[in-house]
């Protein structure tokens, strides 16, 4: 005999991009399908009465807004928007969020919807996830949240944290798991073409500018040398020398003005060197290696992993522009 529906509310903020909010419902209505009855029933909530525009300019028509006599949920989520960082919560709904979240089985975000939770007080001293371009913002922003930019998805006690956008199906997907088993779960996957598991973390996705040029003009110019000759010997004394300072005073008004050392800039260049030629072209890892600077191809390994979270030969399998030829 069926078991009674599991009610899962998403609350969608202004603005909000909508495969956060439509991409875990539709993985709960498969679920829905998959078992033959309601094991889940789904509202779409927003903050206010009236349509709900998106960050698309599509307007959707919610269930419910918050400020009604709603139902007791099972689980809560917040689905992001791509301002959320900037985006202004009114006390009303931070208040909203502290009593529903409290009551709930469970809760979470989907990409920045995080924001919302952590200006409530619900990620103090909690393990989070979000969209790693918003990840150290999150995290200076609220010091007492502990963020893991690279995983996917991160659960932690009753709280579940899901990565940017399409890794909210990732997390739907994993309450599915949670509440119907494995094997319905993976029965999704497959109707949706979607992985059971997704391989690797979210920084082999990542773009952000980590080997962007910033600091005082020379430096500048030092940074555009490198990222353009990454095969070449950049020690501190050649790289001081280019800019005609002593290595030591040269260290100090780097790390300053780069925020890192100049070690860990030249790596950070060298690997995402490394990328653009993973994802390019043909050339064994032994070649990639040497042409972006690193000693041997183990070199490079290593610090591929540290950075993207994956290995070479991974990250050219997902990739690569003759991956599919």
């Known amino acids: 005999m069926p078991t009674p529906s599991l009610t899962l509310a998403i609350l969608a ?10 991409g875990p419902l539709d993985v709960f209505a498969e ?29 959707l028509l919610a269930d419910g807004w918050i400020g009604e006599n709603l139902e007791a949920f099972d689980t809560l989520l917040i689905a992001g928007t791509p301002n959320a960082a900037e985006q202004y919560l009114r006390p009303g709904i931070l208040d909203w969020l502290r009593q529903r979240a409290g009551a709930c089985r469970r809760f979470g975000s989907v990409c920045t919807g995080a924001f919302a939770l952590a200006a409530a007080g619900l990620l103090d001293a909690r393990r989070v996830t979000t969209h790693w371009a918003v990840a150290q913002t999150l995290a200076e922003r609220y010091p007492l949240v502990q963020v893991e930019a690279d995983a996917i998805q991160v659960h932690d006690g009753k709280l579940r944290t899901a990565a940017g956008v399409t890794a909210g199906l990732d997390l739907a997907l994993s309450l599915v798991e949670e509440d119907l088993g494995r094997e319905v779960a993976r029965q999704v996957a497959g109707q949706l073409v979607m992985y059971f598991k997704r391989p690797g973390g979210q920084l082999q996705f990542s773009r952000q500018g980590g080997t962007s040029p910033v600091g005082r003009s020379a430096l500048q110019g ?11 010997a950049h020690d501190i004394a050649s790289l001081a020398a280019r800019v005609g300072l002593s ?50 191809a183990d070199t490079l390994r290593r610090a591929f992993v540290r950075h993207v979270g994956v290995t070479p030969a991974e ?9 599919a030829d």
């Open 13 to 22: 903020m202004p603005g909000v991009q909508l495969l956060d909010a439509c």
């Open 31 to 59: 679920a829905n399908r998959q078992v033959g009855y309601d094991a889940y029933r789904l509202l779409l909530l927003a903050c206010e009465p009236g349509p709900l525009v998106s960050s698309s300019g599509t307007r």
């Open 247 to 296: 290595p030591r005073h040269f260290a100090r008004v780097f790390q300053h003005d780069v925020g890192m050392t100049p070690a860990a800039w030249v790596e950070l260049a060298r690997v995402n060197a490394a990328r653009a030629r993973l994802e390019g072209g043909r050339e064994p890892p032994k070649q990639v290696a040497a042409l972006c600077g690193f000693a041997n």
């Open 222 to 232: 030092l940074q555009r040398f490198v990222a353009a000759n990454p095969a070449l």
């Open 315 to 323: 990250y050219r399998k997902r990739f690569a522009q003759h991956a």
